[in-house]
């Protein structure tokens, strides 16, 4: 039971009280700017300019020499990485690398996976997704020879902004061969039962794969425990590596004897890569999965923030992100509830995310004031005001300062001060 107070003297104690609010030193916040957009583009920090630099300064002293320098380990920086980020979700070191982006991820697991027969063709998703998943499922059920409007089962939402597992479970039906979903909805925060819907899939002898996008660094998870078979996320949210930084996957080790769907040359074993066989000999690890030439400037700022997320652990993340976010619906609820805004997110620790969903009919036009106002929230339609108090970097005083701000907006109607004409990037 966490017990609230809405002053700023009790924001303030909170910060105080907070175990890791030192590393918010470790991140370049701007001063008097509130930044609650973590959850699209994570902030950058010190830690991850200096991976950057580092890897800049050995290209220009090595030169080609960078790829055998330190007995090789940016030619394989990929394990180095993989390693880190096994940790974040529960599972081995080998079942983890980094390649690509989210999308063409997504390819490699379908395209590895997706062997549709007769009686089992069809791939069930759900229709709270993020699009870019639905895009790359539909294109591959079509380079099967399948028609999406047949091949692809929608599981619906009955609201707009949750999906019920059951509901998922359901729809388990003995045609799907296999699964796509997210672990957390962009729009509303909700935290799917990954195990329970693994595990019923897998019963039902379906191979199942997750989208972990908007949990991955929020959200701690146990791969071990429940041995999903593939998943996917990016590493510029939470994860803070940066505009567009490459991507992460994973595969679970009982297939490594599989095929790669899309293969590469940067997936051959190590052994036999610079002999140049026209044969492919696929590593037998999630490296394997790999394609081209691993672009090293892309990938060292993700070392340089996984050292941080190392050094604090998983459990004192999420137990700070439940918190913040608690403590921001806690004030939404006593103060600007009254002004038309509700909360688009679960309220249970177990449910939730780690951005909060606050719904009102102006969202578009409150963002625009927000940003006047030197505060960096997120919209998506059709009504959303995504808000993440990000554990690293955002303070109790941040949250408290943010609701006061939206309380002035909706007081003096501010927001009627904006256009609703949409902008490239919204």
């Not at 997706?114 to 069930?124: C, G, N, S, V």
Request: aromatic share 10%; hydrophobic share 35%.
């Amino acid at each position: 039971m966490r017990n609230f107070e809405s002053s700023l003297e009790f924001a303030k104690k909170k910060d105080l009280e907070d175990p890791i609010k030192h590393i918010r030193e470790r991140f370049c916040v701007k001063e008097n700017e509130i930044y609650m957009d973590g959850n699209s583009l994570g902030l950058c920090s010190k830690d991850a300019k200096e991976a950057l630099y580092h890897i800049v300064d050995m290209w220009e002293k090595h030169g080609i020499g960078i790829w055998d320098v330190e007995d090789s380990r940016y030619f394989m920086y990929q394990n180095v990485l993989g390693e880190k980020l096994a940790e974040l979700i529960g599972a081995e070191a080998n079942e983890v690398t980094v390649m690509t982006n989210t999308t063409i991820n997504i390819h490699q697991g379908i395209s590895t996976f997706y062997q549709p027969t007769p009686e089992r063709y069809k791939i069930l998703v759900d229709d709270l997704n993020f699009p870019t998943d639905r895009y790359a499922v539909d294109s591959q059920v079509r380079l099967k020879g399948y028609d999406p409007a047949d091949a692809v089962k929608v599981i619906s939402s009955s609201d707009g902004r949750y999906l019920s597992e059951d509901d998922i479970i359901e729809g388990m039906t003995e045609d799907v061969v296999l699964i796509l979903l997210p672990s957390v909805f962009y729009r509303s925060a909700q935290l799917l039962d990954m195990e329970r819907i693994t595990n019923e899939a897998h019963a039902r002898g379906i191979i199942i794969g997750w989208d972990l996008c908007h949990s991955i660094g929020a959200v701690p998870h146990d791969f071990k425990s429940f041995n999903p078979d593939f998943a996917v996320w990016c590493n510029y949210k939470y994860l803070s590596a940066g505009p567009g930084a490459i991507a992460g996957f994973y595969i679970n080790k009982k297939h490594f004897q599989k095929e790669p769907g899309l293969a590469g040359w940067h997936g051959n074993k190590n052994e036999t890569q610079f002999q140049l066989r026209q044969q492919f000999d696929h590593e037998l690890n999630a490296h394997g999965w790999q394609t081209g030439t691993q672009p090293l400037l892309s990938m060292a700022p993700l070392e340089g923030v996984l050292n941080i997320y190392h050094e604090v652990g998983m459990e004192k993340i999420r137990a700070k992100s439940l918190d913040i976010t608690a403590y921001l619906m806690y004030l939404i609820d006593n103060r600007l509830a009254k002004y038309g805004f509700t909360i688009g997110n679960p309220s249970e620790d177990h449910k939730r995310g780690g951005h909060v969903s606050l719904e009102h009919d102006e969202a578009y036009r409150i963002c625009k004031a927000l940003k006047s106002h030197k505060v960096i929230p997120d919209f998506r339609e059709p009504n959303v005001i995504r808000l993440a108090p990000v554990a690293l970097y955002v303070s109790y005083e941040d949250v408290y300062k943010l609701v006061e701000i939206l309380e002035d907006i909706a007081v003096h109607r501010e927001y009627e001060n904006y256009k609703t004409e949409r902008t490239l990037v919204v």
